[in-house]
């Protein structure tokens, strides 16, 4: 404690020094100011709200050297943390605002995208990781499952808004955007485990193939979907099924509650070794099925938005000091090239095909295959990975996945807000046109 020792003012007798920790917490308080004005000034902007925190981070660390190097590689596990706490948040929001009922043609789309977009992209990004980049066979394939997936967090801009009580409320491209961001980064965790796996033991199946296909792939899906339902169940009752109007959680409504559902979800599956970011978004669901249309929903999503954002926020400023701090320092050209593929042609050419026969419209297809937004989540998972095995690629693999989440943030973010906004223009024109009775957004374009 002496080192932060002060005097009877409060202030440190070294009035010459500056101290890291206040500069951090002027800094947090700026970024938290920040994440509540932003929405508002950038809702018709062709700019996004990580764009702008990305873009800070960069600043104020390469311009105020007394701040500490965020290193993801030197600060692993904190890095791990602080991403998973962000992704888990931004799955439970994401859960609780999809108002469409869980049903095999109603979820068509993300079917198609989980089953048939994921795998292939993590296919060819670790085709193109071992073949073009030189990465060895464990490196490679945790490329291509850390990058694979829609993120939650920063996809908010192509994503549902608040949750109503109207099924069929939600234009395909936003809820199928929305619904594959909850599901695929738990799908992709058992290839970051394979990845993980091959790096400990090596490239021989038999060391690694049994335990793999049993437990990380089997038990651990298994168990992420039948802990969320339980538990989503049990809350479900807690809040709406209970005979005493008076007694039910719902009726108070605080919405930090929705912090203790997340983390309840997501600690006790992980407890029995289950993936707790399946969990957490199918107690979500769960619970928003079992009373669709109650009022407490948008009182929990609006609580947990807030929360997302303040971490999200930091999440981003970090990886903005993270890369003036000389993250992206070990690229070569071809890994430049292979990031603007991944966001360019990877996701967008592969996204489409899954999606040819859906039913849907050509321009709605092109929007949910465009935008596979990168971020927090590929953050999560390369930290996970380099902390449970030894990638000697490592740093490679860090400055890749920044850039990779860097394009997707500049390419995506400059995008949203005017494709989005030109599309539902269309789609209203559309409905005008064909005189739909029907409710617009489910007009396809």
């Given at each position: 404690?002496?080192?932060?020792?002060?005097?009877?003012?409060?202030?440190?007798?070294?009035?010459?020094?500056?101290?890291?920790?206040?500069?951090?917490?002027?800094a947090a308080g700026a970024a938290a100011l920040l994440a509540a004005l932003l929405p508002i000034a950038l809702r018709r902007l062709p700019f996004s709200m990580p764009m702008v925190f990305v873009s800070l981070g960069v600043a104020a660390f390469a311009f105020i050297p007394d701040l500490p190097t965020p290193d993801p590689l030197r600060f692993g596990t904190e890095t791990e943390h602080l991403s998973e706490a962000t992704v888990i948040i931004a799955l439970f929001g994401a859960g609780l605002a999809l108002d469409r009922p869980v049903g095999w043609r109603r979820w068509a789309s993300t079917w198609r995208l989980l089953g048939l977009a994921m795998?292939?992209?993590?296919?060819?990004?670790?085709?193109?990781?071992?073949?073009?980049?030189?990465?060895?066979?464990?490196?490679?394939?945790?490329l291509g499952a850390a990058v694979a997936p829609t993120d939650p967090v920063l996809a908010s801009d192509v994503q549902v808004g608040e949750p109503t009580d109207e099924e069929?409320?939600?234009?395909?491209?936003?809820?199928?955007?929305?619904?594959?961001?909850?599901?695929?980064?738990?799908?992709?965790?058992?290839?970051?485990?394979?990845?993980?796996?091959?790096?400990?033991?090596?490239?021989?199946?038999?060391?690694?193939?049994?335990e793999w296909l049993a437990v990380d792939v089997v038990w651990r899906l298994a168990a992420g979907v039948g802990v969320g339902i339980g538990v989503g169940r049990a809350l479900a009752w807690l809040f709406f099924g209970r005979r005493r109007r008076a007694g039910r959680l719902a009726e108070r409504s605080e919405g930090f509650v929705a912090?203790?559902?997340?983390?309840?979800?997501?600690?006790?599956?992980?407890?029995?070794?289950?993936?707790?970011?399946l969990a957490v978004f199918v107690c979500a669901v769960t619970i928003r099925a079992a009373e669709r249309d109650h009022g407490y929903h948008g009182v929990m999503h609006e609580f947990i938005e807030q929360v997302e954002r303040l971490l999200t926020a930091g999440v981003l400023v970090l990886l903005g000091g993270s890369i003036a701090r000389g993250l992206l320092g070990p690229l070569?050209?071809?890994?430049?090239?292979?990031?603007?593929?991944?966001?360019?042609?990877?996701?967008?050419?592969?996204?489409?095909?899954?999606?040819?026969?859906?039913?849907?419209?050509?321009?709605?297809?092109?929007?949910?295959?465009?935008?596979?937004?990168?971020?927090i989540g590929s953050v999560f998972y390369l930290a996970y990975a380099t902390g449970h095995a030894r990638f000697p690629e490592a740093?490679?693999?860090?400055?890749?996945?920044?850039?990779?989440?860097?394009?997707?943030?500049?390419?995506?973010?400059?995008?949203a807000t005017p494709v989005m906004r030109r599309i539902d223009r269309l789609r209203q024109r559309r409905a005008e046109a064909v005189g739909e009775e029907r409710d617009v957004q489910q007009v396809p374009v």
């Open positions: 404690m002496g080192e932060r020792s002060t005097g009877a003012s409060g202030h440190s007798p070294h009035h010459d020094q500056v101290d890291p920790f206040d500069l951090l917490y002027a795998p292939l992209t993590i296919g060819v990004i670790a085709w193109l990781g071992g073949a073009f980049l030189g990465l060895g066979v464990a490196a490679a394939l945790l069929d409320s939600e234009d395909e491209p936003r809820f199928a955007l929305t619904s594959e961001a909850g599901l695929n980064d738990a799908l992709a965790f058992p290839f970051v485990n394979a990845a993980v796996a091959i790096a400990a033991g090596g490239l021989s199946p038999g060391g690694w193939l049994g912090l203790a559902l997340t983390f309840v979800a997501y600690g006790v599956t992980e407890l029995v070794q289950g993936y707790g970011f070569q050209l071809r890994d430049v090239v292979v990031a603007a593929v991944v966001i360019l042609l990877v996701r967008p050419i592969i996204g489409w095909l899954s999606l040819l026969g859906d039913g849907g419209g050509r321009l709605d297809r092109v929007v949910i295959s465009f935008f596979g937004v990168r971020g740093a490679r693999l860090w400055a890749l996945v920044g850039l990779i989440i860097l394009f997707s943030v500049v390419v995506h973010g400059v995008s």
